[in-house]
């Protein structure tokens, strides 16, 4: 394990540091990392930590996930408002049906396994997204319409919609119904865990006040109260939905409210712990991408992604109707809202495994859309992020 870690950190920053100097995003050579070490290239990473693959992806996610919350401001998010709600779940259901539609004309299945394609790839990846969105508040592009908030905050709600539509489509397949009614689990998984995460920080805020706590110390005990929420969300599934990683969120969004300059200090701690968190997370996705996979999608599969991330972007164009912000402000959160990768490298396998007929072509494509959506999706909020967006001093 020892010699799997020094090949990861060595080569993970090493490749990063190549990409950044060719002005792409550094943790596309991250993902490189993974796929050339991974088990399906040089086979260098040890299968310990493979096999805990997706628990250190969780931890990272729990990292920047608090990060973000640290970062959001209530304010802001009431400045946005409506256009924040619908981007939690529109661009996905845009998407979703566009599979739903071209897939069977395309690949050859059937519909309810193109339903189950649509939601493996409908899921926007707050890893990409929510790293290159804190940047972009701490450096004060789209201040004044909140656009890294807007973007943010939808990015961190729409997995939850995604996966209980994944959960729903995979039961009816297998012999189970799908009940609309089952839907009703996203707006309750979302108000128990807000409504959790918000109640602990701002425990964590008088506790902080009451008590002389190093920042470390407060670090650990965040983490453990995230760890925590990620952990009850698992237990409680079959009791109450809970979305444990929003509670980590939440919990970010109270302290910094209740106590803003504890939480700001705290933060910076975050995006140290970041660098390390961040490594691992790209690696490890990169280590779960099968190229052989990609090769067997095909042109059709390249095809069925345009369009479908063609129909994201009309989705994120509608849930911006009525709003204050410009065309060229609309064309950079549609662009945005494109990377994937996270959800994809958790979901992408399990139709195959579960027996679903379709599911080298699901995986297949699952892939492909990683490769492709995340370097592309980051490259374009670097690029798009000064010719799109206005820099407000901070």
């Not at 959001?72 to 709600?85: F, S, T």
């Not at 201040?143 to 996966?163: C, E, F, R, T």
């Not at 009816?172 to 128990?192: A, E």
Request: net charge positive; glycine share 8%; with cysteine.
């Amino acid at each position: 394990m020892l010699l799997s870690l020094a090949l990861i950190l060595l080569t993970g920053y090493a490749l990063s540091g190549i990409f950044t100097k060719l002005k792409l995003p550094g943790f596309i050579g991250m993902i490189v990392t993974g796929v050339l070490l991974g088990p399906y290239v040089l086979n260098l990473i040890s299968e310990d930590i493979l096999h805990i693959s997706h628990d250190l992806r969780e931890i990272a996610l729990v990292v920047i996930l608090t990060r973000a919350g640290l970062n959001l401001d209530l304010r802001d998010l009431k400045k946005v408002g409506r256009p924040a709600v619908l981007m939690c779940f529109v661009p996905a259901t845009f998407e979703l049906l566009a599979v739903i539609c071209f897939a069977p004309l395309l690949l050859g299945i059937t519909r309810i396994e193109a339903a189950i394609l649509g939601t493996v790839l409908a899921a926007v990846s707050p890893a990409v997204v929510v790293p290159k969105m804190i940047k972009l508040m701490e450096s004060g592009y789209g201040k004044h319409n909140s656009i890294p908030q807007l973007i943010m905050a939808g990015a961190s709600v729409d997995d939850i919609y995604v996966i209980v539509l994944f959960t729903s489509f995979m039961n009816m397949y297998q012999g189970g119904d799908f009940n609309l009614s089952s839907l009703v689990v996203v707006p309750i998984s979302i108000v128990l865990g807000s409504a959790l995460g918000y109640l602990s920080g701002f425990f964590l805020s008088v506790l902080f006040d009451k008590l002389h706590i190093r920042d470390t110390i407060k670090i650990m005990i965040m983490l453990s109260f995230a760890f925590l929420f990620v952990s009850l969300e698992s237990a409680a599934k079959d009791i109450v939905p809970i979305s444990g990683l929003l509670a980590v969120m939440a919990m970010g969004i109270a302290l910094l409210k209740h106590s803003e300059v504890r939480a700001k200090r705290v933060a910076n701690r975050f995006s140290k712990i970041w660098v390390f968190a961040e490594l691992l997370l790209f690696v490890l996705v990169g280590a779960a991408v099968d190229l052989s996979y990609v090769a067997s999608a095909g042109i059709m599969a390249v095809l069925l992604l345009i369009i479908e991330l063609g129909f994201r972007s009309l989705g994120v164009f509608i849930c911006l109707i009525k709003t204050p912000l410009t065309l060229k402000e609309r064309l950079f959160t549609s662009v945005a809202y494109l990377p994937k990768a996270t959800v994809q490298a958790a979901i992408g396998a399990i139709p195959l495994a579960a027996g679903v007929a379709a599911g080298n072509v699901i995986l297949a494509v699952a892939v492909l859309t990683i490769i492709l959506t995340a370097p592309l999706g980051a490259l374009g909020i670097d690029l798009l992020t000064p010719k799109c967006l206005e820099r407000h001093p901070m």
